[in-house]
């Protein structure tokens, strides 16, 4: 008696119509497919640190870009204040020195 | 054993393809059958097969050759079932369901399940065992599986599964000749 009718008769147990031959060409394909799929270059771990990497690094940028302004607030208000001390007759030279050159 | 020899050779030529392949051409129906006696419905056995296959291809680069690749299958398919039904045994609780060893109820519920064919003594007798003795009856008796293999596989004592497998017998044997 083989397996299959063994099962069926003495413990009632029945598999669908050509479930044996099916399954295993199943199992054999699935594996195959498993194991040709190119490995994942971003796993969900490597998601998160990107993530978190492109966070840090915009943070930085933006604070780096607000003291860049500031700075830039400050040398204007300074050379504003300066300008109050230079002659009507020098202003144009010191102008063009402060600004206009310093801008080259 | 020389079926396995040959496997063992494509392992070490590290040709696991051919070596799983080989495996599914000589246990995929045994290790089919040792699941489903565990699990009972076969859309379980179904399921616990395919993680089965999975731990097998993962597992087969590590294979330690101590002990048979027939014995080894039947030990990732014997635990894999075991950790569905803990699995299931988890969730019925959770749902405070009774209890999940009621072999019938879960039995009836499987389409391919076929009460009328049995013989009904012999199954009445088996479900009336103790789950141990059950499943060691089961592997001796329907897998042909040897009291070394079932010790390697359930890593139980090999005096107590012998022990078990005679007491289900005798058990099996008086109601089948009391029913009859």
């Known amino acids: 008696m083989n397996k299959k009718h063994l099962h069926k008769e003495q413990l009632g147990y029945e598999v669908p119509e050509g479930y044996f031959e099916s399954s295993k060409n199943d199992m054999l394909r699935f594996l195959k497919e ?71 | 054993m020389q079926q396995d020899d040959h496997i063992i050779e494509q392992l070490k030529g590290k040709q696991y393809d051919r070596a799983v392949k080989a495996i599914s051409e000589l246990y995929h129906e045994m290790l089919y059958w040792h699941i489903r006696k565990l699990v009972k419905r076969h859309q379980d056995a179904d399921d616990v097969l395919q993680n089965t296959y999975i731990r097998i291809f993962k597992g087969l680069k590590s294979f330690g050759y101590r002990s048979s690749v027939k014995t080894w299958c039947f030990r990732i398919a014997y635990n894999e079932s075991m950790r569905l039904l803990q699995k299931q045994q988890k969730l019925a609780h959770t749902n405070g ?10 039995l009836t519920a499987d389409p391919y399940f076929d009460l009328d064919s049995v013989s009904f003594a012999f199954h009445e007798s088996l479900i009336k065992l103790p789950e141990k003795q059950q499943r060691i009856f ?43």
């Open chain 1, 34 to 104: 498993k194991e040709t799929k190119a490995p994942r270059f971003f796993g969900t771990k490597a998601i998160l640190t990107t993530t978190a990497l492109g966070i840090l690094a915009f943070a930085f940028l933006l604070v780096q870009k607000q003291q860049l302004t500031n700075y830039e607030i400050n040398t204007f208000e300074e050379l504003t204040i300066e300008s109050l001390e230079v002659s009507d007759e020098a202003f144009d030279d010191w102008f063009d020195e402060k600004f206009v050159f310093s801008e080259v």
């Open chain 2, 97 to 106: 369901e009774g209890e999940l060893t009621d072999h019938l109820n879960n």
């Open chain 2, 138 to 180: 089961q592997m001796k008796y329907f897998d042909e599986l040897t009291f070394d293999e079932i010790a390697e596989i359930t890593t139980w004592n090999k005096n107590s599964i012998k022990t078990a497998f005679y007491a289900a017998k005798e058990k099996i044997i008086i109601h089948v000749k009391a029913t009859v």
